[in-house]
């Protein structure tokens, strides 16, 4: 494809977004400069589940507001807010109640899955182009239950999956066990989700890309960007801390959640916030994994992935800035141990990430609406690994002038 050869890109962040972004960007013929203030694919994109879940699932719903005082006094429930941070998350915590009022729900979900359809073809189709197939196992995951009662809990999402055609099916305790022989045999009853991939390496996958991109003759540049201006005569150009400015025809905006920053720099501010999450990598974990494991009542995953076992999830309110709890993880590996009875915690290593999270759960995929030439990607929030391709194919067809394969009007900034 050579549309546009001439023209310049900055893609800033070099997460699993800007850096999908930047390859898909540079693939096409424009000459792109990827900035990133650390080094490539050490943000949240480091230690995500490596799962390409493709089963959408809206954050808030109709009854959402009745379960969380439950959640949310629970020490080891799915959810934790620090006290201190409560004033600051309430304006969000709002509109994340108002998106799951039915009618709003419905239009989230289909939104989601308008990403999620092409999602698996789209990974599939970047892997081939930077060589690395490889990268994606073709087991699925499984959710599991432990008990009839969680079964009956998740219906819903069961009965969406359903809805929108989702390949799945229900297994009963020795269906789950020839799949996944080191699941306990308490789990009364999974999920199979065969389409829901994983990836071997997040932080490797960040890595390929970026180098593709390079090979492909892009550019990387160390440095914060603090906003982007408007350049006389058409383009941008993207301020620095230190004050260097880049020039280009175009920059998107793919810096996790300090893209709220920018944003707001730019006068345009968007309620992303940090859902903080933590992992376990286990790397002698005693046991063999070939599926990823999601217990939904739990909210936490178990994947093979990184060369061990990594046990993550959940969500902890408190802002970019506090210091991680890692009592949090530890909560995960109890409740992963037993699902997992011979889970050993050995040569093993906590990590904490920021997802940048929207409060109607989808991504922002976006001209800006204040400074033409710049464009957002981000607000990924739960699911940045699994739309990662799509958003780069649809940001890549919007800035070369071409009609996105989906309807862009849900992801657009000015939404709020
Ligand atoms: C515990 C956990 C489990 C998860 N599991 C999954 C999963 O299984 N599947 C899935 O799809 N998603 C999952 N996610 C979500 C996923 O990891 C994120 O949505 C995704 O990594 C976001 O990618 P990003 O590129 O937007 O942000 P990041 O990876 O954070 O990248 C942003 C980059 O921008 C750079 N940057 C920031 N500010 C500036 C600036 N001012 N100037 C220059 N550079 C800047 C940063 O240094 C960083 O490199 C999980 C997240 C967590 C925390």
Known sequence: MMQDTKKTTIVIGAGIVGAATA????????????????????????????????????????STWRKMPGWLLDPEGPVWLRPAYAPKIIPWFLRFLAAGRPSRLRQIEDAGMSLSAPALGDFRSMLQAIGAPELMTEEGCLAIYETEAEFAGDRGHIEMMQRYGFEHSVLDNAGIRDLEPSLSPHIAKAVLLPNNKSIRNPYHLVLKLVDAAKAAGAGFVSGAV?????????????VLSDGRRIEADDAVVAAGVPTRAIAKSLGEPIPLETERGYH????????????????PARAFMVTPTAGGIRVGGNVELAGLDAPPDY???????RHAQRALPGLKVEDAKDWMGHRPSLPDTIPIISASSRLPGVWYATGHGHLGLTYSATTARLIADMIGGITPSIDMAPFRINRY
């Open 280 to 295: 376990t990598q286990i790397m002698a974990p005693g046991i063999e994994m070939r599926y990823s494991v999601i217990w």
């Open 23 to 62: 390859f898909e960007l540079q693939r096409r013929g424009r000459q792109v400069t990827l900035i990133d203030k650390g080094e490539p694919g050490q943000g949240t994109s480091f230690g995500n589940m490596a799962s390409i879940a493709l089963d959408f699932a809206a954050g808030s719903g109709p």
């Open 327 to 333: 009592r949090r993880p530890r909560v995960l590996v």
């Open 226 to 238: 603090v906003t982007i201006e408007r350049r006389a005569g058409g383009g941008v150009t993207v």
